[in-house]
């Protein structure tokens, strides 16, 4: 068993008026005239100046539910999880403190499984899933609830259709849970039209506006405390990812494959308005069982939250988040679908006004296993920097170990590492990893040199090769993107890769017909 350790996070206490509302299913954030008043004027402070709900209890229980990836044809065990959560939730609703502490769910997106995600007998499914659950409920899209592209032509109707079926007015959500304690969500809203990755998790400026005065009329000065769910986690966050899958493709974070400042916005947030004391996120389809599936920075605790669906593991764990909150903090559990519905303790956060947060990890033996490779993230003063990183960056002895780390700044500023035997980018401000810039089989066989001062990066055969006859053709230079990064776009958009495919079969039935 691994002792317990506590880290102290600073909180600066400072928040300000909140909306109010006790947001059943089929109610859209903390007014429906607030968001009609978001809708003809957005970004105004006063779509979001909203009268707080009075007489509610400090303590409440909340049960968060991570990708469900349901299929109609195999429920078993999403129906056990259901009653596991429905058992849990049972409990800790009876040792509550009054009939005005509440009991509340949210879904955390990917309703639907792989196929079939994103239709409305999807979404129709995934409700009547949900409202067996028997508690009033929030849910935010995933980017697998965008995908009905055989049913509608564009991200806009398949956002429209979700909203219908679940009767909400707005892809976000703002619900009062206890005494100056706020639940908040924020959607994803493109699949077809993503530049990129069509599995980028996309917040939209709009919702970010909105967040952001929400958070400007609740700050934690006043008393207020804000949980924050999305899909996707924000840059930043520092918790576990599939480098491989999520960071390789660009989809890792929300709004990855944007801008600098889109991708950054989120965790800036974090460190502006300290009302924000929880985020949750799922999207990875990795358990609890790591030590940086809870995370703490910029005076937010990040939380991972698992699968229950025995297709969608990555790691042979099936687990669900239970909260439970008062006045003086929160305590984060596991449910362990797994071991039949078990209760784990995994985190606790004591709220301290104008001082620091105590957050306080528990340890447990199943942190003992590291199966899921955690993405590399630079620190300062790691000894892994590099101050000066003209010259042989990897040399002949280190091609195809995958143990060399190393990172520098390149001279436009752009930050480089070597970790696993490829070469990533990171996020200048956050050190966070992109994406990847060389994979392995490039890599494989080849030296590599940065010259000019952190002007170039190049890749030869052998350094001791080169001589007066060496051409452009003996070594290739790894050029930065239009928009100055340099990792790669390896995952294109879905609807244009289809879009080709149908091409091709019409060209190839029409070659196959014409020139038998």
């Not at 965790?267 to 999207?283: M, N, P, V």
């Amino acid at each position: 068993m691994r002792p317990t350790t506590r880290l102290f996070i600073p909180f600066l206490l400072s928040l300000v008026s909140l909306p109010s509302t006790i947001s059943f299913i089929g109610r859209t954030a903390c007014s429906s005239k607030s968001q009609r008043a978001l809708r003809r004027r957005e970004g105004s402070p006063k779509a979001v100046a909203f009268k707080p709900q009075k007489g509610l209890a400090h303590d409440f229980c909340l049960a968060i539910l991570g990708d469900l990836h349901l299929d109609p044809t195999d429920m078993k065990l999403h129906n056990e999880g259901r009653k596991h959560i429905i058992d849990v939730m049972g409990g800790m609703k009876k040792s509550l403190s009054s009939s005005k502490s509440q009991a509340h769910l949210i879904s955390l997106g990917d309703l639907g499984a792989y196929g079939e995600a994103g239709t409305t007998a999807c979404f129709e499914h995934a409700k009547a899933y949900l409202d067996g659950f028997q508690l009033p409920y929030n849910l935010v899209t995933g980017n697998h609830d965008l995908e009905g592209m055989d049913e509608f032509a564009t991200d806009v109707e398949n956002l429209q259709a979700w909203k219908k079926v679940f009767g909400l007015n707005a892809p976000t959500f703002c619900h009062q849970i206890g005494d100056k304690t706020l639940c908040v969500g924020l959607s994803t809203t493109r699949f077809r039209s993503s530049p990129f990755s069509s599995h980028e998790v996309y917040i939209p400026k709009e919702q970010t506006i909105w967040l952001e005065n929400l958070l400007k009329q609740h700050p934690e000065e006043e008393g207020w405390r804000v949980l924050v769910f999305s899909h996707a986690p924000p840059m930043g966050a520092g918790i576990r990812v599939v480098q491989n899958v999520h960071i390789k493709n660009g989809c890792a974070f929300l709004n990855h494959s944007s801008g600098d400042e889109e991708r950054r916005v989120f965790i800036r947030l974090c460190k502006q308005y300290h009302c924000i004391k929880a985020w949750f996120s799922g999207h990875f389809h990795l358990s609890h069982d790591y030590e940086d599936s809870i995370t703490a920075k910029e005076g937010t605790v990040f939380v991972q939250t698992g699968v229950m669906g025995e297709k969608s593991t990555r790691d042979g764990r099936r687990q669900s988040r239970v909260v439970r909150g008062d006045g003086a903090g929160l305590h984060v559990y596991t449910v362990n679908h797994h071991k039949g519905g078990e209760l784990r303790l995994d985190v606790s956060i004591r709220y301290k006004p104008g001082g620091e947060d105590l957050v306080e990890a528990h340890g447990h033996e199943d942190y003992a296993h590291d199966k899921w490779f955690s993405a590399y993230r630079p620190q300062e003063e790691d000894g892994c920097y590099l101050q000066s990183p003209d010259g042989i960056i990897l040399e002949a002895s280190d091609r195809g170990g995958g143990e060399k780390v190393c990172w520098w700044h390149m001279a436009d500023g752009r930050v480089l590492g070597v970790h696993e035997g490829q070469v990533i980018e990171y996020d200048a401000e956050t050190l966070s990893p992109l994406g990847i810039v060389v994979d392995r089989e490039q890599l494989q066989g080849r030296e590599m040199v940065v010259v000019g001062e952190g002007q170039a990066l190049i890749l030869v055969s052998s350094l001791d090769a080169l001589n007066e006859k060496t051409t452009a053709a003996d070594y290739d230079i790894i050029h930065p993107n239009q928009d100055g990064s340099y990792w790669r776009r390896w995952q294109r958009n879905k609807l244009v890769r289809q879009r080709e495919k149908e091409r091709e079969k019409i060209a190839a039935d029409w070659l196959k017909q014409n020139f038998k």
